[in-house]
């Protein structure tokens, strides 16, 4: 697959494009809710033999990041077993099933079970890729092969978004399922990462990987010594594990920046997207103005893929988080004005579609395209795939609430008071971005550990000076 690009970084950008078409088609889905509640609510275009209640339509939204909070034992047990490729090959083909399950679907059990296994599906893909794409970028691209996963997942979104409101509902599931086929085949053609063929003692293989990736055999073995460093003769001790100042901290930095990322709101908003620009009620087709925002979506997290291994995470991520404090705060603004009858008109009638357009760009240029590459970055090989997993678990679990409860939330405290609420909380993490997280630009598996308070001094036998463990785990 590799043989035809010359250039070491293409290559990398070949892979990492490749094993995140899996992602497209979890931006499809994530997006799916928007155009197709509209219809399953609807008398006329619902394909069921009655129209969907809110109740339904909140737990079709929200059963996929539920289901996936409990499956979080799935990437643990196979991550390291069965490698990288596999989990990704194991998290893409239930998708071809669910698209037919969805175009078929008569009933509301069977729109719920297809959207169970995209939950379960998507906490695989947006574990795995990133420790893939982590561990097949070098240190000088990692940043920006790390915002490909969102980039990917906003074109998704965004093919969504354009043909849902326009398609019928058969047209549309139909669609999703050539898109599943489309998507899955040239996952067949991926190699492994070479970090995993390290581990399994398959060397020879590993520095053949990295020569094609990096260009260079020096460069290869170099990295190959940093695999040496992070590995450890013994298994790792879980009980070990979670004594280990390091590990903790970056875990708890990586829960944090998680958990914040759904606490912030966003995906609370797109998920229903076509109905909270209905609720506006201004002139702007709903319809239109979903495919503006998703266009908005795709093109800031291009942007970010350009330039974040230029300014560094942490500059991204604060400008970013103010630029979404404003847009939810607009957001509050209009619905308030809203509340007191004042008639809508002139700026006014654009406001909520400036506002979104404001915390769409602002997160998909900052901490939606940054977070799942940080969460893999903060860890080291051993322990990456307890990090990210136990990270990840908890933002599927914030996911789920903030979809299954928004709508109630927005109900009982007034649309105001809950963009309000995501506008503190987007300052709240930026205080805590700013003061608690390390900078990883230009930086190893290793500095970044370093970084976080790490010891790596060693002698010959792989233990510290200190007498502590290579990894305080083994």
Known sequence: MLDFLRNSILKQYAVVIVVNLSVLLSGMGLAWPSPVLVKLMSETETVLSRPITEEE????????????????????????????????????????????????????WMLLLGRLICGVCDLLVFTVVPMYAAEIASTTVRGSLGTIPQLMCSLGMVIMLSIGPYT???????????????????????PESPYHLYSKERNEEAIKLLIHLRGSEALAKEEIKEYALSQTDEKISKKALFKNRTFLKALGISIVLLMGTQLIGFNAVSFYLQTVLKSTQTSVAEETASVVIGCIQLSATFVTALITDRFGRKPILSITLIGMTFGMVGLGAFFKIQEKDHPISGFLNYLPLISLILVVFCYNAGIGSLIYAISAELFDGPTRVYGVCISTIMSVLFMFLTSKYFAMVSTTLGPPTTYWFFSVNCVLLCIFILFCFPETKGKTFLEIQEELGAKRSRSKDGIEKNGTSVNDIA
Do not use: E, H, M
Request: overall charge positive; aromatic content about 10%; some cysteine.
């Open 168 to 190: 019928s509902y058969v047209t549309l599931n139909t669609i999703y399922t050539c898109v599943a086929v489309i998507t899955f085949a040239p996952l067949l053609f991926l």
């Open 57 to 108: 339509g909140s737990w079709i939204v929200s059963i996929g990041p539920f289901v996936g909070t409990f499956s979080v034992v799935i990437p643990i047990l196979l991550v390291d077993r069965i490698g990288r490729k596999r989990c990704i090959l194991l998290a893409a083909a239930p998708k071809l099933a669910v698209g037919l399950l969805l175009t078929l679907a008569s009933d509301v």
